[in-house]
């Protein structure tokens, strides 16, 4: 009898102010024609509150959609490169925030990777009995390092959470592969240096360098190879082929970035879940968010083999291969919302604007 780690209950949360397409056309030189068709984006969130509310919002969903008070949880883990201090870590404030007394809590960053890193993780951990329950929860406020004159950049990314339950299962359904990997030698594709301790004590957050860069057509092209090489190793460790894979889900960073991976892994777009047009890019967010979507439309069955596949900063990428259980209804419902906002996108971004202004 082998115990793998099973999901039990999933849960996101958006927040209420989205940046659209023709919000970005005021903002820099670009139009909604060539972002939809570079990227399949049309709006993403931007978060009036920190990262903490937003996971805090999604764990709530995904513990009464498991059926779980927060005191049944013994691991915490934060997967995000948007922590709102690095000490304690977000997964600490959360633990707080929701009372998750008996849990031990850490963040962990592998950038967009994130969430799958985070999926290993917890599995391992369930598998080798050091945790019973884990409560895995992706969450970033990634405007916070967007330059948003740069159109470079700025169309792609958006604000989130997303959270599951892990639970061992002696059923035969959970996590029954992994692959992770890293190579740092093309770290300097992507990269946002803040939170940082490289340089001198007295230094000033400069606009110049604390604002997201990345080498787009590079990073796209380690994107496609890396994702499909790494969902083919984790399907061999799990002795499955391409075609008996119910669906994939798959990091959120471009549309065209998905369609190319999964096209050469031979798996047709109705096996592969997509809600980058409503959410952009959220980093280790993104996966969780599309898992609850999937969930949501009967996208997956009971016994379905579903596969979660990412690359990000460092360069990182990750995938998983796991059996879903039999239930893919919610047990319970929370009924916990963001406090409201009245401030419109333009005034939520309009601090960054005047950061970024000196240097454009
Ligand atoms: C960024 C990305 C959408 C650009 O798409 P692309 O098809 O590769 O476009 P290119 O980089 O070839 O740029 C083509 C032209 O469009 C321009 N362009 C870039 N952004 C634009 C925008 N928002 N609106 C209009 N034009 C834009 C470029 O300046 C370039 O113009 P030039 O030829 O005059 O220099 C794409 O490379 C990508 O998604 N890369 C991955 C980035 C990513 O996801 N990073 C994080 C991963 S976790």
């Known amino acids: ?55 805090e919002v999604a764990s709530h969903r995904a513990l009464a959609a498991a059926g779980l008070e927060p005191t049944d949880i013994d691991m915490l883990i934060v997967a995000t490169v948007t922590p709102e201090i690095t000490c304690p870590s977000n997964a600490c ?36 009995g050091v945790a019973e329950k884990v409560l895995l929860v992706g969450a970033e406020k990634l405007h916070w390092v967007m330059d948003y004159w740069d159109r470079n950049t700025c169309i792609l990314f958006g604000d989130g959470a997303g959270a599951v339950v892990f639970e061992a299962s002696d059923a035969g359904d959970g996590v029954l592969s992994t692959d992770l990997g890293a190579d740092g030698r093309a770290g300097k594709t992507m990269v946002f240096p803040t939170l940082g ?12 360098i604390n604002r997201l860069h990345f080498e787009g057509q590079n990073v796209f092209k380690i994107a496609v190879k ?33 369609d190319a991976a999964t096209r050469r892994l031979g798996i047709e777009r109705e096996r592969v879940m997509v809600n980058i047009a409503t959410h952009g890019n959220s980093a280790a967010a993104s996966i969780p968010m599309a898992l ?20 990000g900063g460092g360069v990182t990428w990750g995938s998983t291969v796991m059996r879903w259980g039999d239930r893919v209804t919610p047990l319970g419902h929370s009924d916990i919302e963001l406090p409201p906002t009245d401030k419109t996108v333009f005034e939520l971004l309009s601090g960054n604007r005047e950061f970024f202004a000196p240097i454009h």
Request: net charge negative; glycine share 8%; with cysteine.
């Open 93 to 128: 404030f959360l633990q707080e925030r929701l009372g998750m007394v008996n849990a031990a809590a850490f963040d962990l960053n592998a950038a967009c990777s994130g969430w799958v890193y985070g999926s290993a993780t917890a599995s391992s951990m369930i598998q080798a």
């Open 226 to 258: 890396g994702m499909e090489a790494s969902v083919r190793r984790a399907l061999e460790r799990a002795d499955i082929a391409p075609d008996e894979v119910a669906l994939v889900v798959p990091h959120q960073a471009n549309e065209r970035i998905i």
């Open 292 to 311: 609850n979507d999937a969930v949501e439309m009967g996208r997956i069955s009971p016994g379905d083999l579903v596969v979660q596949t990412a690359f």
């Open 197 to 208: 301790t490289r340089g001198e004590l007295t230094n000033q957050r400069d606009p110049a």
């Open 1 to 55: 009898m082998t115990t793998r780690a099973t999901i039990r209950g999933w849960g996101k949360c958006v927040p209420p102010v989205k940046l659209t397409n023709a919000h970005l056309e005021v903002l820099v030189d670009t139009s909604s024609e060539w972002i939809i068709e570079r990227t399949g984006i049309e709006e993403r969130g931007i978060s009036h509150v920190e990262t903490t509310d937003l996971a």
